[in-house]
């Protein structure tokens, strides 16, 4: 059975950073892609980062998030800084079986997602 597992979200002021974890189990890790995907209220869910052999970026994040992986621990990251109040969502993990994509229907595995508030 597969699983993964989000945590890391929370409150912040603007201009703080967080890292979101997500460890996953039931899977090779290392033979899926993994990406970071966000849904804001009232908003569709969308792509913010996805890494297996290279890695892509919204260009919302660009400069500010960094996605890693450590495939020992079956753990993907997703790190954040210069946060911004527009960056509050629901941030999920998602798995994929091959490359990397930017497509959330590829997409085989989420997690249940974690919360991440920015006050201005």
């Known amino acids: 059975q597969v699983q993964l597992v989000e945590s890391g979200g929370a409150s912040v002021q603007a201009g703080g950073s967080l890292r979101l974890s997500c460890q996953a189990s039931g899977v090779t890790f290392s033979a899926y892609a993994m990406g970071w995907f966000r849904q804001a209220p009232g908003k569709e869910r969308e792509f913010v980062a996805a890494?297996?052999?290279?890695?892509y970026y919204a260009d919302s994040v660009k400069g500010r998030f960094t996605i890693s992986r450590d495939n020992a621990k079956n753990t993907v990251y997703l790190q954040m800084y210069s946060l911004k109040p527009e960056d509050t969502a629901v941030y999920y993990c998602?798995?994929?079986?091959?490359?990397?994509?930017?497509?959330?229907?590829?997409?085989?595995?989420w997690g249940q997602g974690t919360q991440v508030t920015v006050s201005s």
């Open positions: 998602a798995g994929r079986l091959g490359p990397e994509s930017t497509n959330e229907g590829s997409y085989q595995y």
């Open positions: 890494r297996r052999w290279s890695t």
